[in-house]
C-alpha cells in the first residue's frame, strides 16, 4: 500500500506565502515524477507544477516567478513554496507522484489534497 500525504495549506492574505508538503509512504519501490495540482471550485483540476527524479521543474504560467517545486528523494517528499500569493490561488492542492511499489508496479498516486485560501 502507497499514500501520499499532504500538509501546509491554511488561509493567508494577499500577499503572503506558504509552503506545501507532500511525504509519500508504504511499500515504495521508487518515487519517480512529483506534482502539484490544483481545483478551484466549478473548475477543472490543472497542473501548478510537477518535479522529475533528478529534479527539472516545470510550471504553470501563472505560477513562474512566484511558487518553486522542489523535492527531498531521501524523504520521498515533495514541497510547493508558494510566495506572493493572489486570491486567484485559492483552490484545493493535490499532490501526485508516480510512483513503482516493491511489487514493481507503477501507477500515479494522489494524496486527500489541502485547502489552500488566500483573502483579498
Known amino acids: 500500500q502507497v499514500q501520499l500525504v499532504e500538509s501546509g495549506g491554511g488561509l493567508v492574505q494577499a500577499g503572503g506565502s506558504l509552503r506545501l508538503s507532500c511525504a509519500a509512504s508504504?511499500?515504495?519501490?521508487?518515487?519517480?515524477?512529483m506534482g502539484w495540482y490544483r481545483q478551484a471550485p466549478g473548475k477543472q483540476r490543472d497542473l501548478v507544477a510537477r518535479?522529475?527524479?533528478?529534479?527539472?521543474?516545470n510550471y504553470a504560467d501563472s505560477v513562474k516567478g512566484r511558487f518553486t517545486i522542489s523535492r527531498d528523494n531521501a524523504k520521498n517528499t515533495v514541497y510547493l513554496q508558494m510566495n506572493s500569493l493572489k486570491p486567484e490561488d485559492t483552490a484545493v492542492y493535490y499532490c501526485?507522484?508516480?510512483?513503482?511499489?516493491?511489487?514493481?508496479?507503477?501507477?500515479?498516486?494522489w494524496g486527500q489534497g489541502t485547502q489552500v485560501t488566500i483573502s483579498s
Open positions: 518535479i522529475t527524479s533528478d529534479s527539472s521543474t
Open positions: 501526485n507522484a508516480l510512483i513503482v511499489n516493491v511489487q514493481r508496479v507503477t501507477r500515479t498516486y
Open positions: 508504504g511499500s515504495i519501490r521508487t518515487v519517480n515524477d
